[in-house]
């Protein structure tokens, strides 16, 4: 010892420069070497002192508070309120109540040899010894423990700490770091690193040992002790002079820096980095985040530090899709941990393609979409993925198809569904209202719901000044066609099952003769009684027989809605029925041809049994075809010159 100490004290003179990572915490002391925690307090064992300190390091400059005198201490070891220490060269191991205010040292054991370092695991107090090469225990809960030799022949046996079964040594001189397993009963030391010039002070933390050099030019290096072969890693390489023993408070390691008498720390506490899980390969950036503590760097394919180096993300694309990747986190005290983060492929999403669908288009359920159980977005689609052409508006509007599997993973896929002006936007695709003429004197024909929303006037005539209030231009037109009996008809708009009337009912129309290109206005309303604020069309118009109508109903001002026609029969002329009459028709019953006899009819209409409507044929010659329709029973009215006829007749 004494030749050791006489070359220290030729070295702690020197100036070393502290690394970036080292920090002083406090100086001051001949000699430092054992240290060990209590709550914030460090007590420190001052060789060359013959002292025992103790500081707060939760001060910033934290001053030494004497404790008792020791002769040449060394080692430490806090177990509750007793602090352990040894007498280095005496080889005495005593321990005090730090609660006392005058603590009285007791003795515990003379090994008659140096003592160096300690360690308890349960009642039993691991004692190292450089000069008698072995490790000795002792039962502290026996009042003179006897010394057992737990492993003899290990040269220079010097700094110790045990994690598990495990018991780590450091040996001095040799330079080495070896473990045994205390539960063997002959325990064989196994080298776990060579080459560290003066092995001294051991901690833990976490899966690495930290090792102190304990040479002029110390250093700090480590060790991965869950790895079968692990490798030295330097932490600190410089500013360290005859580094001692280690203790750890849970985020500094702090280390006897005996050369440059002082105590030294540098943060080892290891990050943490909870799992990142599963990203999908389509996904958008992913903001990386949850380490612990903060402040440091995460690194790996596919991560891009924002411009900030605070904050980072993961880019899938960009790391190369399908795949796991390792995401490592370095802590500023340049401790790194890693996660491992898995790059899912999304699912295979499609949908057919393009479509073109009138405004008026009914409300249908959108599907095929593949694979099922998707939904759709996008305009005019209702929930349960409906599409409402009327609700989307004439144009082209994306459709897009959402699927998500089972791991959280989405794909998607569009197409175009155009909507187009229904074809009774204009006069050439208006609609046959043939069904609501030709019935019964004073009955009452109401078509289905119409709806003018998303209609046009583009290419409509004009209207005839005076027709409509205040000369109203067209807007929102819906064509109709029917073609005239030689009857009167009433001609109304009624708001029947509409859910969206249009506004007030305010209807208007206008009636052409002639064809599409090179149409006559005939006639034309606005009010059924403005006075009373009855808004509707009403219109009376004596049909020419044979004559094609076209008819245009619009809302007055621009209003848009839902509406039906009402027809109803004014004229009065006398049916003849033709068992009264030479004209016959066969067979009756019949499977659908009718032979017509001893007529020449210009018209014929067929209404069934409820008397709506279902055949209208202009010159019909001498047969009939009925075989599309329904079974049942169905009446005929017959027009010949002025005199009108009628039939009853059976389908089977």
């Given at each position: 010892m004494k030749s050791r100490f006489t070359f220290l004290i030729a070295f702690y003179l020197l100036a070393f420069n502290a690394s970036a990572q080292l920090v002083d915490v406090v100086g001051g002391l001949a000699y430092p070497w054992g240290l060990a925690f209590h709550g914030n307090d460090l007590f420190i064992a001052d060789n060359a002192g013959d002292k025992i300190y103790k500081i707060d390091v939760t001060q910033s400059n934290p001053a030494l508070i004497y404790v008792i005198p020791a002769i040449h201490p060394a080692g430490l070891l806090m177990a509750g309120n007793d602090l352990y220490y040894t007498e280095y060269e005496g080889g005495k191991v005593k321990k005090i109540d730090i609660t006392q205010p005058n603590p009285t040292p007791i003795d515990i054991v003379d090994l008659a040899g140096f003592a160096s370092a300690l360690y308890l695991s349960g009642n039993m107090l691991y004692i190292s010894s450089e000069n008698l090469n072995s490790i000795f225990r002792v039962d502290i809960t026996q009042p003179n423990p006897t010394v057992e030799t737990v492993i003899s022949g290990l040269s220079e046996a010097y700094g110790m700490v045990g994690a598990g079964d495990f018991l780590y040594i450091s040996q001095y001189g040799p330079g080495n770091v070896v473990k045994v397993n205390l539960t063997s009963p002959n325990p064989t030391p196994v080298t776990l690193a060579t080459g560290l010039g003066l092995g001294a002070g051991l901690t833990i933390n976490g899966n690495f040992l930290y090792i102190a050099h304990g040479a002029a030019a110390g250093k700090l290096s480590r060790l991965a002790i869950n790895q079968s072969n692990p490798t030295l890693e330097v932490v600190v390489d410089s500013g360290l002079n005859r580094p001692?023993?280690?203790?750890?408070?849970?985020?500094?390691?702090?280390?006897?820096?005996?050369?440059?008498?002082?105590?030294?720390?540098?943060?080892?506490?290891?990050?943490?980095?909870?799992?990142?899980?599963?990203?999908?390969?389509?996904?958008?950036?992913?903001?990386?985040?949850?380490?612990?503590?903060?402040?440091?760097?995460?690194?790996?394919?596919?991560?891009?530090?924002?411009?900030?180096?605070?904050?980072?993300?993961?880019?899938?694309?960009?790391?190369?899709?399908?795949?796991?990747?390792?995401?490592?986190?370095?802590?500023?005290?340049?401790?790194?941990?890693?996660?491992?983060?898995?790059?899912?492929?999304?699912?295979?999403?499609?949908?057919?393609?393009?479509?073109?669908?009138?405004l008026d288009f009914p409300v249908t359920a959108l599907n095929g979409g593949s694979p099922l159980g998707g939904t759709y977005s996008?305009?005019?689609?209702?929930?349960?993925?409906?599409?409402?052409?009327?609700?989307a508006g004439i144009g082209m509007h994306t459709i897009t198809y959402t699927y998500t599997d089972a791991n959280g993973c989405s794909g998607s896929a569009s197409v175009t569904i155009t909507v187009i002006p229904p074809a009774s936007d204009i006069c050439d695709g208006a609609k046959d209202i043939?069904?609501?003429?030709?019935?019964?004197?004073?009955?009452?024909?109401?078509?289905?719901?119409?709806?003018?929303?998303?209609?046009?006037?583009?290419?409509?005539?004009?209207?005839?000044?005076?027709?409509?209030?205040?000369?109203?231009?067209?807007?929102?037109?819906?064509?109709?066609?029917?073609?005239?009996?030689g009857n009167t008809y009433r001609i109304r708009s009624v708001q029947c099952g509409a859910t969206n009337y249009i506004l007030n009912g305010d209807t208007q129309v206008a009636i052409y003769s002639g064809d599409c290109g090179d149409l006559t206005q005939v006639a034309c309303n606005?009010?059924?009684?403005?006075?009373?604020?009855?808004?509707?069309?009403?219109?009376?118009?004596?049909t020419q027989q044979?004559?094609?109508?076209?008819?245009?109903?619009?809302?007055?001002?621009?209003?848009?809605?839902?509406?039906?026609?009402?027809?109803?029969?004014?004229?009065?002329?006398?049916?003849?029925?033709?068992?009264e009459t030479n004209i016959r028709i066969s067979p009756n019953p019949t499977s659908g041809i009718v032979q017509l006899s001893n007529v020449d009819a210009d018209l014929v209409q067929v209404f069934d049994a409820t008397g709506r409507l279902v055949l209208h044929k202009?010159?019909?010659?001498?047969?009939?075809?009925?075989?599309?329709s329904p079974a049942g029973v169905y009446f005929l009215r017959i027009i010949e010159n002025d005199a009108v006829y009628s039939a009853r007749l059976v389908k089977e």
């Open positions: 001692e023993l280690c203790a750890f408070d849970g985020i500094d390691l702090y280390i006897s820096n005996s050369g440059n008498m002082k105590i030294s720390k540098i943060s080892i506490a290891l990050p943490s980095f909870s799992p990142i899980g599963n990203v999908c390969a389509n996904g958008a950036l992913n903001n990386l985040g949850g380490a612990s503590p903060t402040g440091g760097t995460y690194s790996g394919t596919g991560v891009t530090d924002n411009g900030n180096g605070e904050t980072f993300t993961f880019n899938a694309a960009a790391a190369g899709g399908p795949g796991t990747y390792t995401i490592t986190y370095t802590a500023i005290n340049g401790n790194m941990v890693t996660s491992m983060l898995t790059v899912l492929s999304p699912p295979i999403v499609t949908i057919p393609g393009d479509e073109t669908v009138p996008g305009p005019g689609v209702l929930p349960g993925n409906l599409f409402n052409a009327s609700l043939n069904n609501l003429f030709g019935a019964a004197f004073n009955v009452p024909q109401v078509s289905t719901l119409y709806n003018n929303t998303g209609f046009t006037s583009t290419g409509d005539p004009a209207v005839d000044g005076g027709c409509f209030f205040d000369n109203d231009p067209l807007q929102n037109t819906i064509w109709y066609k029917f073609i005239g009996d606005e009010d059924e009684d403005a006075g009373n604020n009855i808004l509707n069309v009403n219109l009376d118009i004596l044979g004559q094609t109508y076209w008819m245009l109903m619009d809302g007055y001002s621009g209003a848009q809605g839902q509406f039906c026609l009402e027809v109803t029969n004014l004229t009065t002329t006398a049916v003849t029925e033709i068992s202009t010159l019909p010659g001498n047969s009939l075809d009925l075989s599309k």
